[in-house]
C-alpha cells in the first residue's frame, strides 16, 4: 500500500541535542511538507519542498532544518535552537499541480510525538 | 491574509444526535480549496472531503455532509445520526495556489467531537 511512514513514532530530546524525525513517501508525490501540532491547535507550517535538492521555509521554521536529496524523503531536524520542541510532527506529501493550483488532498503520515527530557 | 476558523473547540453529542461543525474561512483568492480531515486519537489526519471554490453543490456521503456557501465564506460539517466512532477532532482546512508557500493547509483550530454512548 502506498502512504508516508514517519519515525520514530515517540523521541525524546535531551537539552544541546539535535534529533532528526524521518518521513519517506512511496506516493511519488513531488511536494512534501512538515507541521507541527500544538496541544489544542491547529497544524502550522515548519518546511516545505516541491522538488529534490529544493526546499523553503514556512510559517515556523526558526529552529529547524531539513533536506530532500530524495523524492520519497524529507527528514526534519530539530535542532538545539528550538526551545521549545515539545509538539506533534506531521509530514504530508501532495501531488504535483498544473496551473498553479492543486485540488489533491495533502496525504499525512502517522507524527512523531517529540518531548524533551 | 488566508484564515480558518472552527469556533466550536470542543462538542459532546449523545450517540444517533445529528452534530454540525462550523467553519469559516477567508481569502483574497478566487481559487482556492477547502478540505476536512479528521485525526482521531491515535494522531494520523484522515482526509474526509475536498471542495473548490467554484463548485458549491453540498455533497453528501454515508452519514457525512457538508455545506459550502461562498456568500458566507463557510464550510460546515453535519454528522448525521453519529457513532461513538465519530468521536475524534476535526479540521477544517483552506488550500490556496502554490505561489502560497508551496500550496500549504491552512487549518482551523480544530474542533474535538465527544459521542456518548
Known amino acids: 500500500d502506498g502512504g508516508i511512514t514517519q519515525s520514530p513514532k515517540y523521541l525524546f530530546r535531551k537539552e544541546g541535542q539535535n534529533v532528526t524525525l524521518s518521513c519517506e513517501q512511496n506516493?511519488?508525490?513531488?511536494?512534501m511538507y512538515w507541521y507541527r501540532q500544538d496541544p489544542g491547535q491547529g497544524l502550522r507550517l515548519i518546511y516545505y519542498?516541491?522538488?529534490?535538492?529544493?526546499?523553503q521555509k514556512g510559517d515556523i521554521a526558526e529552529g529547524y532544518s531539513v533536506s530532500r536529496e530524495k523524492k520519497e524523503s524529507f527528514p526534519l531536524t530539530v535542532t538545539s535552537a528550538q526551545k521549545n520542541p515539545t509538539a506533534f510532527y506531521l509530514c504530508?506529501?501532495?501531488?504535483?499541480?498544473?496551473?498553479?493550483?492543486?485540488?489533491?488532498?495533502?496525504?499525512f503520515g502517522d507524527g512523531t510525538r517529540l518531548s524533551i527530557l | 491574509a488566508q484564515k480558518v476558523t472552527q469556533a466550536q473547540t470542543e462538542i459532546s453529542v449523545v450517540e444517533k444526535e445529528d452534530v454540525t461543525l462550523d467553519c469559516v474561512y477567508e481569502?483574497?483568492?478566487?481559487?482556492?480549496?477547502l478540505f476536512w480531515y479528521k485525526q482521531p486519537p491515535s494522531g494520523e489526519l484522515v482526509f474526509l472531503i475536498r471542495?473548490?471554490?467554484?463548485?458549491?453543490q453540498n455533497e453528501i456521503s454515508g452519514r457525512y455532509s457538508w455545506n459550502f456557501q461562498k456568500s458566507t465564506s463557510s464550510f460546515n460539517f453535519t454528522i448525521t445520526a453519529s457513532q461513538v466512532v465519530d468521536s475524534a477532532v476535526y479540521f477544517c482546512?483552506?488550500?490556496?495556489?502554490?505561489?502560497?508557500?508551496?500550496?500549504?493547509?491552512?487549518f482551523g483550530q480544530g474542533t474535538e467531537l465527544s459521542v456518548k454512548p
Open positions: 482546512a483552506l488550500r490556496g495556489g502554490f505561489y502560497n508557500q508551496g500550496g500549504k493547509l491552512i
Open positions: 481569502t483574497r483568492d478566487t481559487t482556492y480549496y
Open positions: 471542495r473548490n471554490s467554484f463548485d458549491e
Open positions: 506516493l511519488n508525490h513531488d511536494a
Open positions: 519542498s516541491q522538488i529534490v535538492n529544493d526546499f
Open positions: 504530508a506529501s501532495s501531488p504535483t499541480w498544473t496551473g498553479g493550483y492543486s485540488n489533491q488532498p495533502q496525504h
